[in-house]
Protein backbone atom coordinates (compact mmCIF):
# COMPACT_ATOMS: atom_id res chain seq x y z
CA UNK A 1 0.00 0.00 0.00
CA UNK A 2 1.32 3.43 -0.85
CA UNK A 3 1.09 6.75 0.26
CA UNK A 4 -1.10 7.45 -2.50
CA UNK A 5 -4.30 5.05 -1.24
CA UNK A 6 -5.28 6.87 1.82
CA UNK A 7 -5.29 10.47 2.18
CA UNK A 8 -5.44 13.17 5.33
CA UNK A 9 -9.24 14.18 3.90
CA UNK A 10 -10.63 10.55 4.29
CA UNK A 11 -8.78 9.98 7.44
CA UNK A 12 -10.59 13.23 9.23
CA UNK A 13 -13.67 12.52 7.44
CA UNK A 14 -16.39 13.46 10.53
CA UNK A 15 -18.37 9.97 11.36
CA UNK A 16 -22.03 11.81 10.18
CA UNK A 17 -23.78 12.28 6.41
CA UNK A 18 -24.51 15.57 4.94
CA UNK A 19 -22.01 18.53 4.20
CA UNK A 20 -23.72 20.91 6.52
CA UNK A 21 -24.32 18.39 9.14
CA UNK A 22 -20.70 17.43 8.81
CA UNK A 23 -19.27 20.94 9.43
CA UNK A 24 -21.90 21.58 12.57
CA UNK A 25 -20.03 18.56 14.44
CA UNK A 26 -16.50 19.38 13.58
CA UNK A 27 -16.95 22.74 14.99
CA UNK A 28 -18.73 21.71 17.69
CA UNK A 29 -16.09 18.88 18.61
CA UNK A 30 -13.41 21.45 18.33
CA UNK A 31 -15.05 23.33 20.44
CA UNK A 32 -15.61 21.19 22.98
CA UNK A 33 -11.99 19.44 22.72
CA UNK A 34 -9.96 23.00 23.35
CA UNK A 35 -12.14 23.96 26.09
CA UNK A 36 -14.26 26.72 24.24
CA UNK A 37 -17.21 24.93 25.48
CA UNK A 38 -17.62 23.24 28.77
CA UNK A 39 -19.89 21.18 30.97
CA UNK A 40 -20.45 24.74 33.03
CA UNK A 41 -22.94 26.24 30.01
CA UNK A 42 -26.40 24.10 28.73
CA UNK A 43 -26.54 23.80 24.90
CA UNK A 44 -29.68 24.50 23.43
CA UNK A 45 -30.79 23.05 19.88
CA UNK A 46 -32.71 26.35 19.14
CA UNK A 47 -29.75 28.79 19.76
CA UNK A 48 -27.28 26.02 17.89
CA UNK A 49 -29.58 25.92 14.71
CA UNK A 50 -29.75 29.89 14.83
CA UNK A 51 -25.83 30.22 15.22
CA UNK A 52 -25.33 27.79 12.56
CA UNK A 53 -28.31 28.66 10.31
CA UNK A 54 -29.75 25.31 10.10
CA UNK A 55 -32.45 23.51 11.22
CA UNK A 56 -32.87 21.81 14.45
CA UNK A 57 -33.08 18.38 13.15
CA UNK A 58 -29.66 18.65 12.03
CA UNK A 59 -28.20 20.04 15.65
CA UNK A 60 -29.82 17.58 16.90
CA UNK A 61 -28.23 14.60 14.39
CA UNK A 62 -25.22 15.99 15.38
CA UNK A 63 -25.98 16.16 19.28
CA UNK A 64 -26.65 12.59 19.32
CA UNK A 65 -23.48 11.61 17.34
CA UNK A 66 -21.58 13.63 20.16
CA UNK A 67 -23.38 11.93 22.57
CA UNK A 68 -22.56 8.39 21.28
CA UNK A 69 -18.78 9.82 21.43
CA UNK A 70 -19.57 10.83 25.94
CA UNK A 71 -18.45 14.37 24.83
CA UNK A 72 -21.98 15.68 25.51
CA UNK A 73 -25.14 14.61 27.84
CA UNK A 74 -28.36 15.33 26.83
CA UNK A 75 -31.06 15.76 29.93
CA UNK A 76 -34.16 15.91 27.92
CA UNK A 77 -36.22 19.43 28.47
CA UNK A 78 -32.85 20.53 30.76
CA UNK A 79 -30.44 21.00 27.52
CA UNK A 80 -27.15 19.42 26.81
CA UNK A 81 -24.23 19.55 28.49
CA UNK A 82 -20.61 18.99 27.75
CA UNK A 83 -19.83 15.87 29.99
CA UNK A 84 -17.22 16.51 32.81
CA UNK A 85 -14.04 14.97 32.87
CA UNK A 86 -12.08 15.14 36.48
CA UNK A 87 -7.94 15.00 36.62
CA UNK A 88 -9.18 11.45 38.92
CA UNK A 89 -10.89 10.04 35.75
CA UNK A 90 -7.97 11.32 33.39
CA UNK A 91 -5.42 9.66 35.45
CA UNK A 92 -7.41 6.39 35.52
CA UNK A 93 -8.12 6.66 31.32
CA UNK A 94 -4.18 6.99 31.02
CA UNK A 95 -3.40 4.09 33.32
CA UNK A 96 -6.30 2.09 31.24
CA UNK A 97 -4.63 3.29 27.80
CA UNK A 98 -1.20 2.30 28.90
CA UNK A 99 -2.49 -1.25 29.77
CA UNK A 100 -4.38 -1.41 26.34
CA UNK A 101 -1.90 -0.22 24.65
CA UNK A 102 1.35 -1.85 25.84
CA UNK A 103 -0.43 -5.36 25.57
CA UNK A 104 -1.64 -4.85 22.12
CA UNK A 105 1.24 -3.87 20.87
CA UNK A 106 3.00 -7.24 21.75
CA UNK A 107 -0.01 -8.82 19.92
CA UNK A 108 0.30 -7.04 16.92
CA UNK A 109 3.92 -8.01 16.02
CA UNK A 110 2.73 -11.39 14.02
CA UNK A 111 0.18 -9.78 12.04
CA UNK A 112 2.34 -6.85 10.55
CA UNK A 113 2.47 -6.85 6.51
CA UNK A 114 4.53 -4.81 4.33
CA UNK A 115 0.47 -2.96 3.30
CA UNK A 116 -0.44 -2.76 7.24
CA UNK A 117 3.20 -1.20 7.71
CA UNK A 118 3.24 1.40 4.95
CA UNK A 119 -0.57 2.72 6.20
CA UNK A 120 0.53 3.36 9.78
CA UNK A 121 3.76 5.07 8.09
CA UNK A 122 1.47 7.80 5.60
CA UNK A 123 -0.64 8.26 9.01
CA UNK A 124 2.47 9.02 10.92
CA UNK A 125 3.71 11.20 8.25
CA UNK A 126 0.77 12.90 8.54
CA UNK A 127 1.00 13.43 11.76
CA UNK A 128 4.05 14.52 11.74
CA UNK A 129 3.73 17.50 8.92
CA UNK A 130 0.14 18.38 10.50
CA UNK A 131 2.04 19.77 13.57
CA UNK A 132 3.83 22.56 10.97
CA UNK A 133 -0.01 23.57 10.96
CA UNK A 134 -1.29 26.41 13.82
CA UNK A 135 -4.06 23.98 14.57
CA UNK A 136 -3.14 22.02 17.67
CA UNK A 137 -6.86 19.68 17.09
CA UNK A 138 -5.53 18.18 13.81
CA UNK A 139 -2.40 16.28 15.17
CA UNK A 140 -4.41 15.11 17.85
CA UNK A 141 -7.05 13.99 15.65
CA UNK A 142 -4.30 11.90 13.51
CA UNK A 143 -2.70 10.74 16.47
CA UNK A 144 -5.73 9.14 18.00
CA UNK A 145 -6.29 7.63 14.19
CA UNK A 146 -2.74 6.51 14.42
CA UNK A 147 -3.32 4.60 17.74
CA UNK A 148 -6.03 2.84 17.05
CA UNK A 149 -5.17 1.46 13.30
CA UNK A 150 -2.03 0.08 15.65
CA UNK A 151 -4.06 -1.28 18.04
CA UNK A 152 -6.79 -3.22 15.51
CA UNK A 153 -3.68 -5.22 14.54
CA UNK A 154 -3.71 -6.78 17.73
CA UNK A 155 -6.02 -9.31 17.34
CA UNK A 156 -8.60 -7.59 20.12
CA UNK A 157 -11.46 -6.05 18.69
CA UNK A 158 -14.07 -6.27 21.92
CA UNK A 159 -11.24 -3.92 23.13
CA UNK A 160 -10.80 -1.51 20.66
CA UNK A 161 -14.22 0.98 21.13
CA UNK A 162 -12.90 0.93 24.88
CA UNK A 163 -9.35 2.16 23.73
CA UNK A 164 -11.38 4.60 21.41
CA UNK A 165 -13.45 6.02 24.64
CA UNK A 166 -10.31 6.49 26.05
CA UNK A 167 -8.29 8.29 23.71
CA UNK A 168 -10.81 10.91 22.58
CA UNK A 169 -11.24 11.27 26.71
CA UNK A 170 -7.67 11.69 27.66
CA UNK A 171 -7.06 13.58 24.36
CA UNK A 172 -9.59 16.32 25.56
CA UNK A 173 -8.82 16.79 28.61
CA UNK A 174 -4.75 17.98 28.23
CA UNK A 175 -6.11 20.08 25.47
CA UNK A 176 -8.70 21.76 27.06
CA UNK A 177 -6.04 22.63 29.68
CA UNK A 178 -4.12 24.70 26.65
CA UNK A 179 -7.58 26.15 24.86
CA UNK A 180 -6.15 25.24 21.39
CA UNK A 181 -2.61 26.73 22.07
CA UNK A 182 0.07 25.04 19.55
CA UNK A 183 3.07 23.64 22.11
CA UNK A 184 4.38 21.02 19.80
CA UNK A 185 4.35 22.63 16.58
CA UNK A 186 8.71 22.68 17.27
CA UNK A 187 9.16 19.18 17.34
CA UNK A 188 11.22 18.36 14.87
CA UNK A 189 10.85 14.19 15.15
CA UNK A 190 8.23 11.76 14.31
CA UNK A 191 7.05 10.03 17.91
CA UNK A 192 6.07 7.11 16.02
CA UNK A 193 8.82 6.27 13.82
CA UNK A 194 10.67 4.32 16.55
CA UNK A 195 7.26 2.59 17.43
CA UNK A 196 6.89 1.11 13.94
CA UNK A 197 10.91 0.71 13.26
CA UNK A 198 10.55 -1.47 16.24
CA UNK A 199 7.41 -3.39 15.20
CA UNK A 200 8.94 -3.88 11.77
CA UNK A 201 11.71 -5.74 13.63
CA UNK A 202 9.69 -7.51 15.45
CA UNK A 203 10.89 -6.29 18.81
CA UNK A 204 8.32 -6.26 21.40
CA UNK A 205 10.33 -5.01 24.23
CA UNK A 206 11.89 -2.13 22.06
CA UNK A 207 7.97 -1.34 20.76
CA UNK A 208 6.64 -1.48 23.80
CA UNK A 209 9.36 0.95 25.82
CA UNK A 210 8.87 3.53 22.64
CA UNK A 211 4.79 3.07 22.94
CA UNK A 212 4.91 3.81 26.60
CA UNK A 213 7.18 6.53 26.86
CA UNK A 214 5.70 8.20 23.70
CA UNK A 215 1.72 7.85 25.73
CA UNK A 216 3.56 9.65 28.94
CA UNK A 217 5.63 12.29 26.86
CA UNK A 218 1.77 13.96 25.45
CA UNK A 219 0.05 13.41 28.86
CA UNK A 220 3.62 14.92 30.28
CA UNK A 221 3.63 17.90 27.92
CA UNK A 222 0.18 18.99 27.94
CA UNK A 223 -0.97 18.14 31.65
CA UNK A 224 2.41 18.24 33.81
CA UNK A 225 0.83 20.29 36.61
CA UNK A 226 -1.55 17.11 37.01
CA UNK A 227 1.25 14.65 37.04
CA UNK A 228 3.34 16.86 39.72
CA UNK A 229 0.17 17.02 41.43
CA UNK A 230 -0.86 13.46 42.13
CA UNK A 231 2.77 12.44 41.78
CA UNK A 232 5.65 14.49 42.38
CA UNK A 233 6.99 13.81 39.37
CA UNK A 234 7.60 14.18 35.62
CA UNK A 235 10.06 11.75 34.97
CA UNK A 236 8.39 9.05 32.79
CA UNK A 237 10.58 6.16 33.57
CA UNK A 238 9.30 6.81 37.58
CA UNK A 239 5.62 7.18 36.49
CA UNK A 240 4.82 4.40 34.25
CA UNK A 241 6.01 2.59 38.10
CA UNK A 242 3.86 4.73 39.58
CA UNK A 243 0.99 4.37 37.08
CA UNK A 244 1.67 0.47 36.81
Not at 102 to 123: F, G, H, V
Not at 137 to 148: A, W
Not at 180 to 189: E, L, P
Not at 237 to 244: P, Q, S, V
Given at each position: ???????????????????????V??E??????????????P????S?A??????????R??????????????????????T?L??Q??L???RLR??L?C??I??????????????????????A?SR????????????????????????MP????T??????????????????H??W??????????????????D???????L?R??????????S????????????????????
Amino acid sequence: MTRGTITLEALLAPPIAGKKAAAVYSELKRRIMVGRLTHESPITEQSLAQDFSCSQGTIREVLLCLEREELVDRRGYQGTFVTKLSEQEALTFLRLRLALECTAIRQSIPNITPDKMARLRAIASFYANSRTLEDVLVPSEIDRIFHQELFSLSGMPALLPTLKRTLLQLHRFTLTKHHGHVIWSDQSWDPHRPILDALEQGDGDAAEHHLSRHIMSFFTQFASDVLLDEFGSTDATELLRKLA
